[in-house]
Nanobody
Framework: QVQLVESGGGLVQPGGSLRLSCAASGSIFSIYTMGWYRQAPGKPRELVAAMFNGGSTNYADSAKGRFTISRDNAKNTATLQMNSLKPEDTAVYYC????????????WGQGTQVTVSS
């Protein structure tokens, strides 16, 4: 099994910044992607940003220009730097790790609350 521990959520004013971190441990053998998703009340979970092996990234349109994802492959960690936060960014943010060996294995963290409010 793989365990994902997220940290860094909290309350921030509009225009502020937060940095989310995700640390993976356990049976890690071949990470394909690490990424961040979010889910606001009454809405489906959606991709925020993901980074593939090799460094390519995928961002939601709402995150482009404001959020930056990074990974430390040696430490099996992923970080999401969020700047210029807006109230509509308020959600529970989840870390997701995908491994591949013949088939795909997805793992999710418990989530961390991000609230953007004045």
């Amino acid at each position: 099994q793989v365990q994902l521990v997220e940290s860094g959520g909290g309350l921030v004013q509009p225009g502020g910044s937060l940095r989310l971190s995700c640390a993976a441990s356990g049976s890690i053998f071949s990470i394909y992607t690490m990424g961040w998703y979010r889910q606001a009340p009454g809405k489906p979970r959606e991709l925020v940003a993901a980074m593939f092996n090799g460094g390519s990234t995928n961002y939601a349109d709402s995150a482009k220009g404001r959020f930056t994802i990074s990974r430390d492959n040696a430490k099996n960690t992923a970080t999401l730097q969020m700047n210029s936060l807006k109230p509509e960014d308020t959600a529970v943010y989840y870390c997701k790790l995908t491994q591949r060996r013949i088939r795909t294995y997805d793992y999710w963290g418990q989530g961390t609350q991000v609230t953007v409010s004045s």
